[in-house]
């Protein structure tokens, strides 16, 4: 393959702005990124650059082209103005979290990439403070996840905090699709996303899927409890209702209220769940200007708490990559999603040991609880019948061996006893191996529970007698 003369074409320019929104490919990351760029450039440098929105852009990138040392001491300037705030008092209502300053420069760092400029990064980033992750937020608590749902206006709410709480997804991974949502079944212990028409009365869907950020480099597969499942079923059937069909594959699972169809925003979502944690009673604490529990994230450390805590069939470290994996991370480091190539069922696999404990109802919870002793003792109890079965048969085998040998012997005894007929010798070689010995065999180890000594020294005084032939 090649580019001829002819062929080539000059691409024509696009504005920085333009350029800046094709490099972000995950819509969410790109209004967040898009929210920060509008800050930076309109507020903080308010004085610095003049006109709207998109005409601060093009000066922006345009002075960073002309003027780079100016750029760079201007991002200079703005990292010493962040950096001020981070020494203040965690109860100022201006404290920034050290942790939080490079929030501000990703978008910078994308739209002069996207649009060639070329700035000494190091320089800055050498300004930041040291970062502090140590935070005093936490999840949310299952008592308070069941607060939430007594205030749920409809299935739609419902189905938003049980998707949150047992998947463990960002507010943006509620950008979905109907065929985002797989069921997995079990059938005979064995996992499957899909099942023939004769496995249907046996399958039971144990968990389903979501495929996050679909379409992007950021996908992953997450997973979401029964519980949840059938929020969601319940939830489609009032989709179904409202839009008068059933819905399509590429429509939006979660849409705005009304009969038109329309994909509700991450921020919506939120929202919802803002007015439920607010009814519940459950926004009274702050410490400084944040809450002691983040709205969305407060169900992602739920998740990631209540995993981690759950008992794992694999390995420890196999097991947290794996649920490393279905948070969206790419591993304990970045080389774990190239070298530990996870099947998706095994994935599943793993979320199973976890799904009793992410049940939010305590009802459901109990059931699964017992269902699972109850499998246990019923699988205990099949591994000590197949031992009892294997114990049994060992005793037939050396009962029936036993008991040959027994009758060889006396056969032979027989024969030395009777050389005068002439077929005792073959008969002594035959020995029992021409009788059937089964019944006594099957006599012997189910209903004699006496010593098997005791049944050989009766077959070495039996008496022998043989009809004449006619």
């Known amino acids: ?48 650059l003049e006109g709207d929105f998109e005409e601060r ?10 003027d780079p040392d100016w750029t760079r001491d201007l991002l200079l300037n703005l990292s010493m103005k962040l950096k001020e705030r981070t020494i203040l008092s965690k109860e100022d209502s201006d404290y920034l979290n050290p942790s939080s300053i490079d929030n501000y420069f990703k978008p910078i760092k994308k739209l002069f990439d996207m649009n060639g400029v070329v700035i000494s990064w190091n320089r800055v980033y050498a300004t930041f403070p040291e970062q502090d992750n140590v935070s005093d937020s936490r999840g949310w608590t299952r008592d308070e996840i069941q607060k939430m749902l007594k205030f749920a206006n409809g299935s739609i709410d419902r189905a938003i905090i049980l998707v949150s709480a047992s998947s463990g997804i960002r507010a943006g991974g509620f950008d979905l699709n109907w065929q985002d949502l797989t069921p997995v079944y079990q059938v005979d212990d064995q996992l499957k996303f899909e099942i023939t028409e004769s496995e249907e009365d046996d399958a039971v869907i144990v968990c389903a899927m979501l495929k996050i950020y679909q379409g992007t480099s950021f996908n992953y597969p997450a997973f979401i409890t029964p519980e949840a499942y059938e929020a969601l079923m319940d939830y489609k059937s009032d989709w179904t209702r409202e839009i008068g069909r059933e819905p399509k594959e590429q429509d939006p699972i979660f849409k705005k209220e009304g009969t038109i169809l329309r994909r509700t925003t991450p921020i919506g979502v939120k929202k919802r769940v803002e007015r439920m944690i607010k009814k519940a009673g459950l926004r009274d604490k702050i410490k400084g200007k944040r809450y002691e529990v983040p709205i969305m994230n407060g169900f992602r450390r739920f998740w990631n708490k209540t995993c981690k805590e759950s008992l794992s069939k694999d390995s420890p470290l196999g097991s947290l990559i794996k649920k490393e994996f279905m948070m969206g991370h790419t591993g304990l480091i970045k080389l774990d999603r190239n070298y530990f190539k996870t099947h998706t069922l095994e994935l599943a696999e793993e ?19 017992n269902k699972k002793k109850t499998e246990k003792i019923e699988k205990l109890e099949k591994q000590q019948r197949e031992i009892d079965n294997l114990k049994l048969q060992v005793k037939r085998i050396d009962a029936k061996s036993k008991m040959n040998e027994a009758m060889k012997k006396r056969l032979i005894q027989w024969a030395e006893e009777n050389p005068d007929r002439a077929d005792a010798l073959q008969m002594a070689k035959i020995g029992s191996h021409a009788m059937n010995l089964d019944e006594f065999v099957e006599h012997f180890v189910t209903e004699n529970h006496g010593e098997l000594e005791e049944f050989l020294e009766s077959i070495s005084k039996t008496k022998i007698s043989i009809a004449d032939e006619e």
């Open 1 to 48: 393959m090649k580019i001829t003369k002819e062929e080539f074409q000059r691409i024509g320019e696009e504005s920085p702005l333009e350029l800046f929104h094709q490099g972000i490919k995950a819509k969410e990351t790109r209004e967040k990124y898009t929210r920060t760029l509008r800050h930076v450039l309109c507020k903080i440098f308010e004085d610095i």
């Open 57 to 66: 852009v093009k000066q922006f990138v345009k002075h960073a082209k002309e």
């Open 351 to 369: 979320y199973l040991n976890a799904i009793p404990n992410l049940t939010i109802s305590n009802e459901k919870r109990l059931r699964l609880e």
